[in-house]
Structure formats: structure tokens, C-alpha cells
């Protein structure tokens, strides 16, 4: 295992990170985020907030999309369900 370094500055919905690879940004909430790694790699991921359970896909064809739309589906279905 080696070792790395990483640093992250959120400003409001946007975060940039600066790492040994470079620099990336991205912008979401909490339980999706979609940008573009400090490689040049764009992602888009959602998770379940507070279970550890989530879904990442990279590359640009289009399947981030539906990704990141299905993800805010099952995060609002969730604070509804809180709120209820």
C-alpha cells in the first residue's frame, strides 16, 4: 500500500481537490456528486448518506447521467421517509 496526500476545500455546493496527481473539481450535495478527478477522469457517484453504501461510475458516456438521476431518486425517497 502507498502512501498519498489529498486536500479538499468545499465552497458551498463545489468542491476542488488538489492531490499528488494534480488538481480535480466537482460539485453535488450530500449522497451524489458528479466533476472531473485530479487525473482528467470525469465521475459521477451517489450514495445512501450514513451506510457506506454507494455506486461510482467514470468515463464520459453518458451513463453518469443516469446515474446521478437515479441517485437523487433514492436520496429524496429517503428524506421523505424520514420526514414522514
Known amino acids: 500500500m502507498g502512501f498519498y496526500y489529498r ?3 468545499n465552497l458551498g455546493p463545489f468542491r476542488v ?3 499528488s496527481s494534480g ?6 450535495g450530500r449522497g451524489f ?13 451517489f450514495s445512501i448518506p450514513g451506510t457506506g453504501v454507494g455506486y ?8 453518469g447521467c443516469l ?3 437515479a441517485g437523487l431518486g433514492v436520496t429524496t ?3 421523505l421517509r424520514r420526514l414522514l
Open 23 to 28: 488538481v480535480g473539481w466537482s460539485v453535488g
Open 67 to 69: 446515474v446521478l438521476l
Open 33 to 45: 456528486r458528479t466533476g472531473v478527478s485530479s487525473r482528467g477522469r470525469r465521475y459521477t457517484s
Open 77 to 79: 425517497l429517503l428524506l
Open 7 to 9: 486536500k479538499s476545500v
Open 17 to 19: 481537490t488538489a492531490g
Open 56 to 63: 461510482r461510475t467514470s468515463g464520459g458516456n453518458g451513463s
